[in-house]
């Protein structure tokens, strides 16, 4: 017999691999894209979104709702799949990928139902959402932020100053989560400017600090379900992941950062990727 934890796990991996194939035939509208930090994201905007965040996709502008901010705004096209699978916007504005009047274009827009920050600039997004958390603690109100960083973005002094802040001001209602792919546009993380020791870093500065495999489901829960990781500090989920994960021809490389997307490239990606059970 399944247990309830099994279930909500394969329900949660299946929400994922819809988001994949949706990153893949949004990118194939609009002819290329982001495809190596979305799909490294998606297991991760699944837990997110379908376990963890408290959300009204039918309300998108509750006041009580937690508030989530995609700093890697690149990898909006895995947003914007969630977002529909959600239900905050219709399955067809997925076609619409970076058309002409679009709301749903590269990087994110807070023209579209469910973006909370217009992102795209790297480096803004943690400070941000610092802004968000610290409102709250101000209104009295008990929503949670939580910030997806990008890693090659770590390479921009805003985000230490927002985490120095957050800390400062002791924002446990305040989650970072980084896409840890260790793979830019240009190269490998490590090549072009390393951020190890990672996690030493993010204590140093004052944070919690959890690592965990991007892509384990099981594990991915448990570390939102420990949400805040301390009574009075902010947290940091270190998910260690792989980019362009679920696809082998685009897996681990920075040449599928941003590619094009042929009609032969999506059968090849739908085909390894194979279809929701």
């Not at 399944?2 to 988001?19: P, V, W, Y």
């Not at 495809?35 to 297991?43: K, L, Q, T």
């Not at 837990?47 to 965040?53: E, S």
């Not at 610290?134 to 973005?153: H, K, N, S």
């Amino acid at each position: 017999m399944t247990s309830n934890f099994e279930a909500k796990i394969q329900g949660l991996q299946t929400d994922a691999l819809h988001i994949r194939r949706n990153v893949w035939r949004a990118l194939h509208g609009a002819g290329s894209g982001h495809m190596g930090g979305s799909s490294s994201a998606a297991d991760l905007l699944a837990a997110l979104y379908f376990h963890h965040l408290r959300l009204r996709p039918d309300e998108p502008d509750w006041l009580g709702r937690d508030r989530f901010v995609l700093s890697k705004g690149h990898a909006n096209a895995a947003l914007g799949a969630t977002l529909a699978r959600a239900g905050f916007i219709d399955d067809g504005v997925l076609d619409q990928f970076y058309a002409y009047q679009s709301s749903f274009g590269m990087h994110p827009d807070i023209k579209m139902p469910g973006v909370e920050m217009s992102t795209g600039g790297l480096g803004h997004g943690l400070s941000v959402g610092l802004g968000m958390a610290l409102g709250a603690r101000m209104q009295g109100m008990d929503f949670r932020t939580c910030v997806m960083l990008g890693d090659g973005e770590l390479h921009e002094g805003s985000n230490w100053e927002g985490a120095m802040a957050a800390a400062h001001l002791g924002l446990s209602n305040l989650t970072a989560i980084l896409d840890y792919n260790k793979i830019q546009q240009s190269g490998r993380l490590g090549e072009m400017l390393d951020l190890e020791p990672l996690a030493q870093k993010w204590t140093a500065f004052g944070w919690v600090v959890r690592e965990i495999d991007g892509h384990d489901m099981g594990a991915i829960v448990e570390a939102l379900d420990a949400l805040p990781l301390a009574p009075d500090k902010p947290s940091m989920i270190i998910a260690h992941t792989v980019k362009g994960k679920g696809v082998s021809f685009a897996e681990d490389s920075y040449l599928w950062h941003n590619n094009a997307v042929t009609d032969e490239v999506l059968s090849r990606a739908l085909e390894q990727l194979g279809d929701p059970e």
